[in-house]
């Protein structure tokens, strides 16, 4: 290559080289401004998860129906909040799903409540308790935990309690029932036979047909008066069979006595 080649090529190269670098240099379009600004302008958008906890410390796996039981949940949190609501919801029937902070109450389809702070201004974090009575007939329940804080709502993963049959109190237990009419002119059967310790019960009838208008009032030591049983109503007592007995009907209004059976404790 001669000299003079060389020095061309060598312009040659210094030339794309300026005009590489003054393309560099050259002002963003206006399009590209406006999509930067548009970017920096849009609110962030806080992914992070929720800083409140909502757990059960204290939920039995079953229960009898009627039975009192005691809840406790702990409402957790990394710094101080107030709570307007937290109770805890619950129903005979499940809600599945995972509930979201926009699933309120109404929302949840839960029908009952517990009401100690349904309502009001709690400091969080915070541990709460309440207790509700087993309802009778059922054989489960489904609950979760709620609370509103800031408007958001938080919700446990719902729980089930196994519902078993009532506890018969010990005095219930082989109770021996009867039932005795009355009327006018005598009893209906006049006389039981029961054991010695029988836990007895016994259901007095008046019967619609010759009974007094004023009714009937059953008498004996073990349970001392029925009170007015008037017609076509009944009255039942309880006792513990201890020794043979007489009961006997009156007239309420005026002590007339009406007819006379027997309680035989064997």
């Not at 800031?150 to 237990?173: A, C, F, H």
Request: aromatic letters at 10%.
């Amino acid at each position: 290559m001669t000299r003079s080649q060389k020095v061309l090529s060598r312009l040659f190269i210094l030339v794309i080289l300026v005009s590489f670098f003054v393309t560099a240099c050259q002002p963003i379009s206006t399009p590209l401004k406006t999509e930067l600004k548009e970017a920096v302008s849009q609110p962030a958008i806080d992914q992070k998860p929720s800083n409140v906890n909502l757990i059960f410390l204290e939920i039995p796996a079953r229960a009898h129906q009627n039975e009192k039981i005691k809840l406790v949940w702990k409402i957790a949190s990394a710094s101080p909040l107030t709570a307007v609501h937290t109770a805890i919801h619950y129903d005979t029937e499940s809600h599945p799903g995972n509930f979201k902070f926009d699933v309120s109450p109404a929302l949840s389809n839960y029908p009952t409540l517990t009401k100690e702070y349904a309502a009001g201004s709690f400091a969080i974090p915070g541990e709460f308790s309440t207790t509700i009575i087993i309802p009778a007939g059922i054989t489960k329940l489904f609950l979760r935990a709620h609370v509103i804080i800031d408007g958001k709502n938080y919700w446990t993963v719902e729980r089930e309690i196994q519902v078993l049959p009532e506890v018969q109190p010990e005095s219930m237990i082989n109770l021996k029932k009867f039932t005795i009419e009355g009327d006018d002119f005598g009893l209906y059967p006049s006389d039981i036979t029961v054991k010695e310790g029988d836990n007895v019960e016994l259901t007095f009838v008046s019967r619609k047909k010759g009974v007094y208008y004023g009714g009937l009032d059953f008498r004996a030591e073990p349970w001392s008066t029925t009170g007015t049983v008037k017609s076509s109503e009944n009255k039942t007592v309880t006792f513990i069979a201890t020794k043979t007995t007489e009961f006997k009907s009156y007239w309420p209004a005026t002590g007339v006595l009406k007819a006379t059976g027997k309680i035989i404790v064997q």
